[in-house]
């Protein structure tokens, strides 16, 4: 299958490595992917934000760099749900009839990346070798706006190697939440605590999901306790294989 | 006032230009379809209603239609109440025996909380959620009669059980239709508002009894 | 808090005030544990309902429609109302309904008023209104009775003294209620402290308020639901009720209380059903009170009514479900909203209320996590909500010069013009590479300036790589592998 990325904005900046992984497995699966250069950023912080003149141009752009393509897969539960949820209700606000369609059809073949190995491909062992113990955070987006968190888990099951630890009272917001981090970092970091405290209990090694932004506030957190506890992106543990252990 | 009235009302069209006009008002278009057909007097209806009334600590016992009066004296015996409110209307069968009755026809406040406890019949009652439902018609007085006395003896008939909350508010219609009052009771009274446990027992009936009898 | 406060009236910004919160580590026990006590409670009894989607899409077409029809069911509430022996009253805002209330006690000459719990009258202020009349308000619901007689201010819809754990409240009633020298802190104890406190007022208070559940303009009938039985006293003993509502409280039908019957407990108490629900239709010979007047109240509602994106707010049975699963409110507790309605719903229902100011910063009060539309039995999108709010604050500030000008316009106009190409985004990610080097230690940033100094006063950042994604894929693939987008599957 002709598989389009998009990696969104900060993981292209931020976490290369994510969509490098992305790329990897996908390819190892026999797809074909292919990253559409003109792609910037979906305007999910914009939209959340308030800024709705600003995201409606990005929403435009987004909608001309990818229409032309057939799949879309995105390693960002929250971008996913900008571009599958917010987008068709913001043409809808703005009632214009071709946004509407546009929106409507893009929102179609757009997936998350663990949801589209699981739901779209059928796949739920993509032959990962990853000899660590493992927590899984589901993101508010992924839990509750996408609904993925059993794709996630079930990639996690059948990877070799790996020891996957329920994290307590998982389904709990990590206190992210885009701007909210910044704008009301107090009570971000009281949620964070919570969750670091909670990863803690699980004695596990690292802790995975299926969002870097949330798991860029948690690493944070990670690298203040200095225990060595790590925090990775889901299609990095899938990409690892035992070759790629050995070499 | 009436220019209060006139205001809001102007408000709240004006806000609401985007409803076409002619759009049907009622609610006879709401999706229900949710569970609104049980079995209304099953054993396994009252056996859930039994059960789900006990959860809230209500003691039920059950007997036939013959054996109430004997029912209703042993459970007052054991309770150790000798002076019990009914309304005029109690059906005869239900009048308890081997106690003081003091009957409804009037009574003050003080009076009615001055007796050790009111035995009343119900209007329906809910399996799903262990409720008894008031519509203080015949046999269950007013309301005041079923708040001020610390103990409440309810008599279920076995037909008066639906399943679901649904049936019985479509079973109560007539009588709010009718302008009277109901009163929905599930377990004696209780208070959450200490680190949110359950607590039996502020202002009404501490102890609520519930005997059902098979019609 | 015995002056004049409406209670809906935002004085502090709320990260602010939610600093102080977190500060207070008893506060946060205390709400942390009787949150998760009632989440787990709430989870279990939604559970066994196999129909609980279809109740709530119920719930929230029923909503739908009275908000779609509000003048219609409004003034069918004060026909079946007057028919059944009662008076109907209209309230433009807080401070006529008040007046309007404590207009009909002063003509009964009334010193003494009972309540039930009612949210509608913390917020239009009503006791310390009527206390301007020498009226006192003796509120009758257990937590509002710790409330009042501790001195301190509702943090919960439901549960107003949430924030006060049994050791507290034993200590409140030592110190306010007469011969409690022995008293435990065993919550039946303290509850039979209250049951006597109130009793003899219930026996000799002629007059009530309460504010209104429900009201079914076919029937003209209210429904109350309460747990204590201080409802039911308030509502049949005296020979003077006063119910206060807001408009938007009204249902159509008598049949749709089959569904709020089943949804607004579970939500709220997290039970089957709550203790007692009463409901009545004006006045009736020999049967409760003589007389009864409802006041209908505005106090901004047609204005939410007005903002179509917004509306479905008013579709809210304050169960309170959506406060605790909050992980916000869970930390904060509820005092740092500073309004009578706190929590995920009152961060968009306080501003819509209020005036610009400090109520402004509750729409950001929110990581957008969800969990309280999901728990939402009427199915309100408070996430969406929150932000369309934020939205027209950002299209209000950017109307003045200062907003427009604002660090934050600036910097989100600026990176809506950077997202705008991808040549600009790539000269950035290069940029923001040579940028953040004085800040790097290791493989961390550990502390920035400015706004971002919030983010790393507890967290490190995780430094750009040289190397962008886009950078790898052009070094690795070439350019022409990504010219051509889409193709054959
Ligand atoms: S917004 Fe929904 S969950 Fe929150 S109090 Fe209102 S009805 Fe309950």
Redesign the pocket.
Known sequence: MQVSLFISCFNDTLFPQTGQAVVSVLERLGHSVDFPMEQTCCGQMHLNSGYRDETVGLMRRFLDVFEPCDVIVCPSSSCVSTVRTSYPRLAREMGDAELIRRTDALAGKVFEFSEFLVRKLGVEDVGAYYPHRVTYHPTCNSLRALKITDAALALLRNVRGLELIELPKSEECCGFGGTFAVKNADTSIAMLTDKLANIRSTQAEVCTAVDNSCLMHIAGGLSRERSGRRALHLAEILASTEEGMRQ | MSEARTAILERIRSALRDVPPGEDASTDGVERAFHRRGEPGTPETVARFAERAAAYKVSVSECDSAGAGAAIHEILERRGHRRMVTAEDLPQAFVPHGCDVIVDHGLTFAEIAAADGVLTTCATAIAETGTIVLDHGEGQGRRALTLLPDYHLCIVETDRVVSLVPEAVARMEPSVKAGRPLTFISGPSATSDIELNRVEGVHGPRTLDVLIVRS | MTDFAPGIVVERDFPDAARDALANTQLRRNIGKATNTIRAKRLKVVGEMPDWQELREAGRQIKAQVARHLDTHLLKLEEAVTAAGGRVHWARDGEEANRIIGEILARHGAREVLKIKSLTTDETGLNSALAQRGISAIETDLAEVIVQLGEDRSSH?LVPAIHRNRAEIREIFKRKLAGTENLSDEPAELAGAARRYLREKFLTVPFAISGANFAVAETGSVAIFESEGNGRMCLTLPKVLISLMGIEKVIPSWRDMEVFLQTLPR?STAERMNPYNSVWSGTRAGEGPEEFHLVLLDNGRTDVLADEPARETLA???????LNVCPVYERTGGHAYGSTYPG??GAILTPQLNQPGPAETLPYASSLCGA?FE????K?D?PRILVHLRGKIVGRKKETLAGKFSGEAIAMAAMARIFGSARLFELAQKSAVIGQKPFVRGNVIPSLPGPMAGWTAMRDVTPVPKQSFRQWWRAERGAESSAKPGGSA
């Open positions: 819809i939500s809210c049975i304050r169960c309170s479900a959506c995920p719903i309280c728990a939402c039995p009427v309100i408070i």
